[in-house]
């Protein structure tokens, strides 16, 4: 069964770390893109970073220098380092696959 399934998320003061993982159950996890995303109450969702199957990366504006995207091809793995963090990151945290394969997502509240 092709699965993702998101892990790490959780309640973290701002100012504060959290690293979220994913784990694909896919074949072949090294020949895909990887991304996260995330979406807060009322807000669209954004993609937040991306990692191709090289380990190019790309982020959103907002997440810039403070979030790190990678990758393990060895456990089917994407992680999100996620440092610095604002009360405007609180989001559900989703993983996908070429866009086309999603996770349930993880919650990651930071407040004080």
């Known amino acids: 069964q092709v699965q993702l399934v998101e892990s790490g998320g959780g309640l973290v003061q701002p100012g504060g770390s959290l690293t979220l993982s994913c784990v694909a159950s896919v074949s072949a996890f090294n020949l895909y893109t990887a991304q996260w995303h995330r979406q807060a109450p009322g807000k669209q969702r954004e993609l937040v970073a991306e990692i191709g199957k090289n380990s190019a990366t790309n982020y959103a504006d907002s997440v810039k220098g403070r979030f790190i995207v990678s990758r393990d091809n060895a456990k089917n793995t994407v992680y999100l380092q996620m440092n610095s963090l604002k009360a405007e990151d609180t989001a559900v945290y989703y993983c996908?696959?070429?866009?086309?394969?999603w996770g349930q997502g993880t919650q990651v509240t930071v407040s004080s």
């Open positions: 996908s696959l070429n866009y086309a394969i």
